[in-house]
């Protein structure tokens, strides 16, 4: 299977010979005077380029996967190799990912670029501060803190905030358990108003949210001005725009607004923007992102975070709403190891092959390719190779997909790059030149909060019902009190299972979900209910990523992969 030299991701992408970004936005018909170039590699590109007429008249393919197992199953890996592919049979193609966050690449990950031969490059640069993305939206958020204090301080020019309704959190893009719940404003009158306080994960911010559903700029300071940060003493909201933040927030993004052009390892484009969570947020890219790539090409792929079931859904139901996107065809990425892990493996069992486990397991598959389904969407699957899988295990795969009516490939994008994803490649342009899909979304906006909750809940989830806690009705009642109910749902749950359980695998039946309460983003323009409880700033595992790597006296990096 495998027809090159395989090493590490880092140690691959450290030997492969980059093109300069000039000659990568040629191929897009870019010219180098549009480009604001970081470097050799990399580059920003003007909002200006993006043509709206050929939006909708592009392909649009969306890559999302079964329930995931902890390591994740390879939606980046397939999304870069599926470009590369489709290059390959002669489909102008570009690759339209997030960022990474530093937190997982120090934590879990050690990186997110890809692997193996399906990398976007520069790598290293990518998965650290890149064009400095993250840090505007961190200044932004922290901005709007600092404003916030400041207003709570003042004798003059006070708002009248209630300190103990302040919903909004300063944020840092690290994992650093530590900063959770902290308290604030010690140490005198100098030094403000003592209050409760705590930092989110940048990824977690609503800034990074914002960033991500702006049309443009002027949409973006929209978005910020409604920004919810809370109430005074006689209960009157106060947003953004009352503390006159929007401008100053936007005046910080004024270049991350810009989408980051870089390249794959066979020199196609991937263009790189924006990055927020897939849990507790959209888990997408930038609508702008997106929309320039189709208007620079003919073949957009791109992901959504963790299963189908929460970055799918939330891709299809809230941003290609709000961004008027048509999908043309989806990729289901499965690993066989997945399988086996629904089909009840143990962690250490994942890499034996076993019939009877796939077999169990693959009802989540299925589940998933019925979910697609229900949006008009008859997916591809993409069943990610690993030197584990039986010849055994792959039929059985294709067969159960074949009773669906979905087409099953192997993807040997990791060992052998575009060469390995050309049978993907033409099974998703037969998808898309046939016709035969239709993007429809779940649910209208407009329909009642609890009826939105529920369809997701029925018709993605497979679960009988929804609960509410007495908080989360209260919650319901302000949301609906401040005019937010006809926003989409953005749920927020494990991504682990279909249910709130992370325990219920495969394909739980016979369970409700229950909404502890709910949280909204007034300027990103959704509600988010919260199953279980959901982790804002994650903590570094007991042997972190970041003890593995090192730099050389020359500045070459190791162990970031």
Same mark, same amino acid.
């Given at each position: 299977?495998?027809?090159?030299?395989?090493?590490?991701?880092?140690?691959?992408?450290?030997?492969?010979?980059?093109?300069? @970004?000039?000659?990568?936005?040629?191929?897009?018909?870019?010219?180098?005077?549009?480009?604001?170039?970081?470097?050799?590699?990399?580059? !920003?590109?003007?909002?200006?380029?993006?043509?709206?007429?050929?939006?909708?008249?592009?392909?649009?393919?969306?890559?999302?996967? *079964?329930?995931?197992?902890?390591?994740?199953? &390879?939606?980046?890996?397939?999304?870069?190799?599926?470009?590369?592919?489709?290059?390959? @049979?002669?489909?102008?193609?570009?690759?339209?990912?997030?960022?990474?966050?530093?937190?997982?690449?120090?934590?879990?990950? #050690?990186?997110?670029?890809?692997?193996?031969?399906?990398?976007?490059?520069?790598?290293?640069?990518?998965?650290?501060?890149?064009?400095?993305?993250?840090?505007?939206?961190?200044?932004?958020?922290?901005?709007?803190?600092?404003?916030?204090?400041?207003?709570?301080?003042?004798?003059?020019?006070?708002? $009248?905030?209630?300190?103990?309704?302040?919903?909004?959190?300063?944020?840092?893009?690290?994992?650093?358990?530590? *900063?959770?719940?902290?308290?604030?404003?010690? &140490?005198?009158?100098?030094?403000?108003?003592?209050?409760?306080?705590?930092?989110?994960?940048?990824?977690?911010?609503?800034?990074?949210?914002? *960033?991500?559903?702006?049309?443009?700029?002027?949409?973006?300071?929209?978005?910020?001005?409604?920004?919810? @940060?809370?109430?005074?003493?006689?209960?009157?909201?106060?947003?953004?725009?009352?503390?006159?933040?929007?401008?100053?927030?936007?005046?910080?993004? +004024?270049?991350?607004?810009?989408?980051?052009?870089?390249?794959?390892?066979?020199?196609?484009?991937?263009?790189?923007?924006?990055?927020?969570?897939?849990?507790?947020?959209?888990?997408?890219?930038?609508?702008?992102?997106?929309?320039?790539?189709?208007?620079?090409?003919?073949?957009?792929?791109?992901?959504? #975070?963790?299963?189908?079931?929460?970055?799918?859904? !939330?891709?299809?139901?809230? +941003?290609?709403?709000?961004? &008027?996107?048509?999908?043309?065809?989806?990729?289901?990425?499965?690993?066989?190891?997945? /399988?086996?892990?629904? #089909?009840?493996?143990?962690?250490?069992?994942?890499?034996?092959?076993?019939?009877?486990?796939?077999?169990?397991?693959?009802?989540?598959?299925?589940?998933?390719?019925?979910?697609?389904?229900?949006? #008009?969407?008859?997916?591809?699957?993409?069943?990610?190779?690993?030197?584990?899988?039986?010849?055994?295990?792959?039929?059985?795969?294709?067969?159960?997909?074949?009773?669906?009516?979905?087409?099953?490939?192997?993807?040997?994008?990791?060992?052998?790059?575009?060469?390995?994803?050309?049978?993907?490649?033409?099974?998703?342009?037969?998808?898309?030149?046939?016709?035969?899909?239709?993007?429809?979304? /779940?649910?209208?906006?407009?329909?009642?909060?609890?009826?939105?909750?529920?369809?997701?809940?029925?018709?993605?989830?497979?679960?009988?019902?929804?609960?509410?806690?007495?908080?989360?009705?209260?919650? /319901?009642?302000?949301?609906?009190?401040?005019?937010?109910?006809?926003?989409?749902?953005?749920?927020?749950?494990?991504? +682990?299972?279909?249910?709130?359980?992370?325990?219920?695998?495969?394909?739980?039946?016979?369970?409700?979900?229950?909404?502890?309460?709910?949280?909204?983003?007034?300027?990103?323009?959704?509600?988010?209910?919260?199953? &279980?409880?959901?982790?804002?700033?994650?903590?570094?595992?007991?042997?972190?990523?970041?003890? $593995?790597?090192?730099?050389?006296?020359?500045? !070459?990096?190791?162990?970031?992969?």
């Amino acid at each position: 299977m495998t027809t090159k030299k395989v090493g590490s991701d880092i140690e691959i992408a450290q030997a492969a010979v980059l093109q300069h @970004i000039s000659k990568i936005a040629s191929k897009l018909n870019i010219s180098e005077d549009d480009l604001e170039m970081y470097g050799k590699y990399k580059a !920003k590109l003007p909002i200006s380029l993006i043509d709206r007429s050929k939006v909708n008249s592009n392909n649009l393919v969306l890559v999302t996967a *079964l329930t995931p197992t902890p390591a994740g199953e &390879g939606k980046t890996t397939t999304s870069i190799g599926l470009t590369e592919g489709l290059n390959k @049979i002669g489909k102008q193609t570009t690759v339209v990912l997030r960022e990474p966050s530093l937190g997982p690449v120090f934590g879990i990950k #050690g990186g997110a670029a890809g692997g193996g031969y399906s990398q976007v490059v520069p790598m290293e640069d990518i998965n650290l501060h890149f064009t400095g993305d993250f840090s505007a939206v961190e200044k932004a958020n922290n901005l709007l803190s600092a404003l916030i204090d400041n207003n709570i301080q003042s004798k003059t020019r006070s708002v $009248g905030l209630d300190p103990r309704t302040i919903a909004w959190k300063r944020v840092m893009d690290m994992n650093d358990r530590a *900063l959770r719940d902290i308290v604030i404003g010690l &140490g005198g009158t100098g030094n403000g108003i003592p209050r409760e306080d705590g930092f989110n994960i940048t990824p977690a911010s609503e800034v990074m949210a914002i *960033l991500c559903m702006a049309e443009d700029f002027e949409d973006l300071k929209r978005r910020l001005g409604s920004i919810y @940060i809370g109430l005074t003493l006689d209960k009157k909201p106060i947003y953004a725009r009352d503390l006159n933040a929007e401008n100053a927030m936007a005046i910080l993004l +004024k270049d991350a607004i810009n989408p980051n052009l870089v390249q794959t390892l066979e020199g196609n484009p991937a263009i790189i923007h924006g990055g927020p969570f897939a849990n507790i947020a959209q888990g997408t890219n930038t609508i702008i992102a997106t929309k320039m790539g189709l208007s620079l090409s003919d073949y957009v792929v791109t992901e959504a #975070g963790f299963g189908a079931d929460l970055g799918a859904e !939330k891709f299809l139901d809230i +941003k290609c709403v709000s961004g &008027g996107l048509k999908p043309k065809a989806t990729v289901l990425v499965a690993t066989i190891r997945a /399988l086996r892990h629904h #089909g009840g493996a143990p962690k250490e069992e994942y890499n034996t092959p076993s019939v009877e486990r796939v077999s169990a397991g693959i009802e989540n598959l299925e589940k998933h390719i019925e979910n697609m389904q229900k949006f #008009g969407l008859n997916p591809v699957v993409a069943i990610n190779a690993f030197p584990t899988d039986t010849p055994e295990e792959v039929a059985l795969i294709k067969e159960r997909c074949q009773a669906k009516g979905v087409t099953a490939v192997v993807a040997n994008g990791w060992a052998d790059g575009g060469n390995g994803m050309t049978d993907l490649a033409e099974a998703v342009v037969d998808v898309v030149e046939n016709g035969n899909n239709e993007f429809r979304a /779940l649910y209208d906006w407009n329909t009642p909060v609890k009826e939105k909750i529920e369809t997701i809940a029925r018709e993605i989830y497979g679960a009988d019902g929804v609960e509410y806690s007495k908080k989360a009705l209260t919650d /319901l009642k302000k949301i609906e009190d401040l005019g937010l109910n006809k926003l989409p749902i953005c749920m927020a749950k494990t991504q +682990k299972s279909f249910s709130d359980n992370d325990k219920l695998l495969g394909r739980p039946t016979g369970f409700s979900v229950n909404v502890r309460e709910f949280e909204f983003a007034a300027g990103a323009g959704f509600i988010i209910p919260i199953l &279980g409880v959901m982790m804002r700033m994650p903590g570094l595992p007991a042997v972190p990523a970041s003890e $593995g790597m090192s730099i050389d006296n020359n500045g !070459k990096i190791s162990g970031l992969s």
